[in-house]
């Protein structure tokens, strides 16, 4: 249980915020199984800027110092650079990401199952829940179905999905240099 005057209820406002606060006071959980949780989710979560502490328009430099990502060289044609998360990565000509000069990053695919979207759309999902969550799913012949992500119209989801699942999540910076 938390004890303690204002002055520790307003630092503890200040690193966890102020609704994550009142469920950590009215449940009486420790302040650091909730700030754990709350960094596992996030750390799971794509979107609406990145995935965990990969960002979307973050350079390169600044992507590899965070240790997540591994170079990899893939044979399709793009002027951008192609790196896989250290958690997942990908055979053949797929990337789990991408760096443009310009841009930084402009993709970050979902690396697992476990990962899904601030509206609980991962790996596994159907496609009614995709569309029950995104209403306003489009088609194109770049991106094939997609989504602008709530809370960020500079990006959109990329959904790569089959008759009966959803496959794939990638965030995509919408107005990117890399995939053409």
């Known amino acids: 249980m938390i004890t303690g005057g204002s002055a520790v209820k307003q630092s503890i406002a200040q690193r966890i915020g102020r609704s994550a606060l009142v469920a950590v006071l009215g449940a009486g959980v420790t302040l650091a199984g909730a700030t754990d949780a709350a960094a596992a989710a996030q750390k799971r979560t794509l979107g609406p800027f990145g995935y965990g502490n990969l960002k979307l328009g973050m350079t390169e430099a600044q992507a590899r110092a965070t240790g997540r990502i591994v170079r990899k060289t893939i044979k399709v044609p793009t002027k951008c650079s192609a790196y896989d998360l250290k958690e997942r990565?990908?055979?053949?000509?797929?990337?789990?990401?991408?760096?443009?000069?310009?841009?930084?990053?402009?993709?970050?695919?979902?690396?697992?199952?476990?990962?899904?979207?601030?509206?609980?759309?991962?790996?596994?999902?159907?496609?009614?829940?995709?569309?029950?969550?995104?209403?306003?799913?489009?088609?194109?012949?770049?991106?094939?179905?997609?989504?602008?992500?709530?809370?960020?119209?500079?990006?959109?989801?990329?959904?790569?999905?089959?008759?009966?699942?959803?496959?794939?999540?990638?965030?995509?910076?919408?107005?990117?240099?890399?995939?053409?």
């Open 89 to 180: 990565r990908y055979s053949g000509n797929r990337a789990g990401m991408f760096i443009s000069k310009k841009q930084g990053v402009v993709t970050i695919s979902a690396p697992g199952r476990g990962v899904k979207t601030p509206q609980g759309i991962g790996i596994g999902a159907t496609p009614a829940q995709l569309k029950a969550a995104y209403p306003n799913l489009k088609q194109n012949a770049l991106y094939g179905t997609f989504a602008t992500v709530p809370g960020n119209p500079k990006a959109s989801y990329v959904f790569l999905v089959s008759k009966n699942m959803v496959l794939g999540v990638t965030l995509v910076l919408t107005a990117q240099d890399c995939l053409r």
